[in-house]
Structure formats: C-alpha cells, structure tokens
C-alpha cells in the first residue's frame, strides 16, 4: 500500500491562502526549536481545553436533562434510543460543516464576508438536505435496531415526525451558530480547528435533547392522520431535495451530499447502536443516575478529541504540512501528544463536574474517588481508540480521493459513541461490583 506524498497535486483543495493560514505557523515554528514547539502546543492545548470545558458543561447540562425527564421516556417508549443518535446525527453534520469551513478558510477558498461566498452557499446546500434527510433515515434504522433488539417502540409515523421537526428547529440554530463561530474565530486569530468542533457539538447537544422532548410532546398531541400526513410530505420533499442536489451543477454542494450520505448512513447505524444499549440497561441508568447524567458528555469528548485531530491533520494535508501513511510520522505524533495531554486533563474535570452536580440535585451519585477512578480509566480507553481510529479514518479516505472534512467526523463521532458508552457502563459495572 503505498503512501501518499504531499506535494500540491494531490491536494483536495486549494493551496491558495496557504501563507495566511494559522495553521502553518505551528509547524513551521515547531522546526526552530523545541521551546517553540512547547509554546505552539501550548497554545493549542489552552484553546481546545477551553472549548472542551464548554462542551463538557453544555453537555453535562444534556445529560442532567435526560436525567430529570426520564419519567418521560417510560411515555414515550424508544425515545430513549432516539436520544444519542440525534445528538450524534446534529454533531456530525455540523461537525462536518464547520471543519470544512475551517479548511476553507485556511486554503483560501472561502473569506470574510461570508454573505459574498459562492463556496459558502453550496456548503449550506449540502448541510439543509443532509439536515432534512438523514432524520428520516434514522427514524427508520431506530425503528429497524429496536425490532430486532425486542425494545418496544413508538409507531415509525411518530419516531419519522420527531426526528424531522427536532432536527429543523436544532438545524436553523446551529447553522447560524456555526457561521458566527468561523468567522469569529479568525477574526479573533483563533485556530478553528482546534475549537469548533467542540463548540458546535456542545450547542448541538444542549438545544437537541429539550427539542426532542418538545417534538416528541407535540407529535403526542397530533391526530395518527396528521401525523402519517406530515411524514409522507416530508418524505418527498426530502427525496426531492436529495434528487435536485445530486442532479446539481453546484460542484462543491454534490460532492458533500455524494460523499457524507453513505458516510452518515453508517454513522447514523452506529450511533443506534450505542442508543439499543441504553435502552436495554435503562433501569440500571436511571438508578445510577450519576452513570446517565455522564453518558452524552463522555460520547461527546470522546468524539471531539477525534474531531479535533481530524480536523488539524486534514488542513495539514491539504496544506502539505504533514502526509498521510500506514505509519504516523512528524508533526502527527505531535498532535497525537496534545490529544492525549488534553484527555489526562479533562476527563478527570467531568468526574468532578458530574460529582458536583449529582450531589447538587440530590441525584443518586457514585463516590468520588470511584467517579474520578471510572473517567479517567474509561477516558484513557476513550482517548485511545479516538487517536487510532481518527488517524486510520483519516489515511483511509485520503488514500481512495475522498475529502475527509466530507466523511472522518461522522464515522470518528458514531463509533466513539460505540465505545464511550460501552466502556463507561463498563468500568462503571466492574467498580460497583468490586
């Protein structure tokens, strides 16, 4: 399997901007000396540990929410397998968008103002019908993984029409979130792509979980008639959306929805998977409420920590800073460090978080020392997996000519979901039972 060269012919994108881009200057830096590289690794690990703060509150914010309405999800059966792929269909989407805009934004291809940017236009193109698809999609996997699973669920009509509605409306917030948060960033002299996947992910997550619930409360109150005839309109408006994009001369929009949709179709069945394990342990997550309260932050740090070296070695490609082969090598073992030095940091602050708010609310919560003890074991395994899975994701996709910024994000967040959820409860099994 040869390796690729980074010479300027096998870019994905532009060079053009190159010389601007703030992420040259790290590793052209790190080459003068090693206090330099020390200084720009510490640059990074401040920006990103604070977007990982942020994510981790917002997200501690989603999960204390599922927490608190879980005697709805007893109402509204399968809801409770729904609620992680949501979350991770809303992060990969917008995850996606905004790494695209980071890597455009380095190369040249897109500027400030946004509002004159014909590239622009096309990205969000892509991102309305992933935004109104996908959730179709993921209703039916939901209702297909639970059937097999023995869980009962909601009728498909009303799994269909909570999806779609909760993600228009979450749609619509991030979109504009995410524009402000890229053009903000440079304009700040911020590296997007140490933070917006972070960002953008923890406002998926805190806006996606009351909006499911409030979906799911308004279907309740709809007639069945209404509510098949809702589906079966959003059904063929979003097939006509597809046909019309792919069918398009809009070059950058038909690579997007070509590329990300089988992508998002895999990710989108993952992420069930991780919702089927919920829902077959609910019992046992609503009695150590403190375990539900840290799912949906541990799922999320655990795909933001993939996102974020993602998103640092795919502008690296594309800018020729690093290549991508079977083996790591250069300026990759240097963003694999940062990803591990900022996994010691955080994972032990969500135990701490997730303690504080447990015995704040009266929740049934876990010791501390056993709740710091489960983070950082089931974070270092998390952080793991997300540094191997990341850069193999990514090698993969360079290697058959497939833009990564399109696809890594999705298939990195999804099976992170997999494994954050599964090795938490694990741990957690293994501490309460010693």
Not at 321 to 349: K, Q, Y
Request: hydrophobic share 55%; net charge neutral; charged share 10%.
């Amino acid at each position: 399997m040869a390796e690729f060269e980074t010479g300027e012919e096998l870019s994905l994108l532009s060079r053009a901007g190159a010389d601007q881009s703030l992420l040259v200057a790290m590793p052209t830096e790190a080459n003068d000396s090693f206090a330099s590289t020390l200084r720009n690794i510490s640059k990074i690990i401040k920006q990103s540990f604070f977007a990982l703060v942020i994510c981790a509150v917002a997200d501690i914010f989603a999960g204390f929410t599922i927490a608190e309405m879980s005697p709805l999800l007893a109402l509204y059966p399968g809801l409770i397998v729904l609620i992680p792929s949501s979350i991770n269909l809303r992060g990969n989407i917008f995850g996606s968008f905004g790494a695209r805009l980071g890597t455009s934004f380095h190369t040249g291809e897109i500027s400030s103002p946004l509002g004159k940017s014909e590239a622009l236009r096309q990205q969000v193109g892509g991102v309305a019908v992933q935004t109104l698809f996908m959730p179709l999609v993921l209703a039916f996997v939901v209702k297909a993984f639970s059937i097999v699973a023995g869980l009962h669920t909601m009728g498909i009509y009303d799994l269909a029409l909570i999806a779609v509605i909760s993600s228009l409306l979450s749609g619509l917030v991030l979109l504009a979130f995410t524009l402000l948060l890229i053009d903000q960033s440079f304009k700040k002299g911020w590296d997007p792509d140490n933070i917006s996947v972070p960002l953008i992910t923890a406002a998926g997550d805190v806006i996606t979980i009351p909006l499911l619930f409030a979906s799911a409360i308004l279907v309740s109150m709809m007639s069945y008639p209404l509510a098949r005839a809702m589906t079966l309109i959003f059904i063929m408006f979003s097939i006509a959306a597809l046909v019309y994009s792919l069918g398009s001369s809009r070059i950058i929009m038909v690579r997007i929805v070509k590329q990300s949709l089988p992508v998002l179709v895999v990710s989108t069945a993952l992420a069930t998977v991780a919702g089927i394990f919920m829902g077959m342990t609910e019992e046992m997550l609503i009695v150590f409420s403190t375990v539900l309260l840290l799912i949906p932050v541990f799922n999320a740090e655990g795909g933001n920590l993939g996102g974020i070296l993602s998103s640092r070695l795919t502008s690296a490609y594309h800018l020729g800073v690093v290549r991508m082969g079977r083996r790591p090598e250069g300026e990759t073992w240097t963003n694999f460090s940062f990803i591990l030095l900022l996994s010691i940091l955080i994972f032990p602050t969500l135990g701490l978080l997730a303690y504080i708010v447990s015995k704040a609310f009266g929740m049934d919560a876990l010791g501390f020392g056993h709740i710091i003890f489960i983070c950082i074991v089931a974070g270092l395994f998390t952080s793991l997996m997300a540094i191997f899975v990341t850069y193999y994701f990514t090698y993969f996709f360079v290697k058959i000519g497939v833009d990564p910024d399109n696809v890594t994000i999705p298939m990195i967040t999804s099976v992170m979901d997999v494994f954050g959820t599964a090795s938490l409860i694990l741990v957690t099994m293994v501490v309460v039972s010693v």
